[in-house]
Nanobody
Framework: QVQLVESGGGLVQAGGSLRLSCAASGRTFSSYAMGWFRQAPGKEREFVAA????????DYADSRKGRFTISRDNAKNTVYLQMNSLKPEDTAVYYC????????????????WGQGTQVTVSS
């Protein structure tokens, strides 16, 4: 089993940057592909970014390409989401998740979830 704890959220002005971290428990972190999702009030959870077990491949939702970067450090059991040029519409609770699948963008194919971290972007 994997426990995930996100951190790094907060309040930032439009155009600013934040770096989210997700620390995983256990010794099998490198066995899981990882993803970031977000959920804004009144909206469904949506995919943000994903990364393979080794970190060799990544994918992003179209609206985040070029602004967000997902990375991981398997030695530290941590996955990151660097967010630049933030917009008010990026305001949401951000969740990291782990999947035993090789790679997926679907939330229902992730096995473990963190509790989320709030990101608020002011205009």
């Amino acid at each position: 089993q994997v426990q995930l704890v996100e951190s790094g959220g907060g309040l930032v002005q439009a155009g600013g940057s934040l770096r989210l971290s997700c620390a995983a428990s256990g010794r099998t972190f490198s066995s899981y592909a990882m993803g970031w999702f977000r959920q804004a009030p009144g909206k469904e959870r949506e995919f943000v970014a994903a990364i393979t077990r080794s970190g060799g491949s990544t994918d992003y939702a179209d609206s985040r390409k070029g602004r967000f970067t997902i990375s991981r450090d398997n030695a530290k059991n941590t996955v990151y989401l660097q967010m630049n040029s933030l917009k008010p519409e990026d305001t949401a609770v951000y969740y990291c998740a782990a999947t035993r699948m090789i790679f997926t963008l679907r939330a229902d194919e992730y096995d473990y979830w963190g509790q989320g971290t709030q990101v608020t972007v002011s205009s």
